[in-house]
């Protein structure tokens, strides 16, 4: 498997955990990119865990390794596309998933979830891991 993956919250918590599918699925030449919303759910996960100083050092030590990717004005346009054509649709999703969802259409990444909701987005690349 080659190439780039946009990353979720639950697939780097997943990678964190040593997950053995995940560990599987990454042997290879791919390049992981993680949006700057995911890190901060990952911080605040961290802050109200049960080991928190453990945790932080876990997200830190991960992010030095990938690339960050950050929103900018563009982001915010595909946002509110996104988030309109949701709402018209009558089928709302969080407002952090728009954001990592306005970050794949805007780079044309694909992004890496288990969450289902993302295939509500349309013209993405959503791959379930």
Request: neutral net charge.
């Amino acid at each position: 498997m080659n190439g780039k993956f946009l990353l979720d919250t639950n697939i780097v918590i997943a990678i964190l955990a040593d997950d053995p599918l995940l560990r599987k699925r990454l042997k290879g030449e791919i390049e992981v990119v993680v949006p700057t919303i995911v890190v901060g759910e990952l911080f605040y996960g961290a802050y109200h865990s049960a080991r928190p100083q453990e945790n932080l050092q876990r997200i830190e030590a991960f992010c030095l390794d990938v690339s960050i990717l950050r929103p900018n004005f563009e982001t915010g346009r595909w946002y509110g596309l996104i988030k309109s054509n949701l709402r018209n649709k009558g089928r709302p999703i969080p407002d952090n998933d728009i954001w990592i969802g306005a970050l794949a259409r805007q780079f044309q990444l694909p992004i890496v979830s288990r969450d289902d909701h993302f295939s509500a987005i349309g013209e993405i690349d959503w791959q379930k891991w």
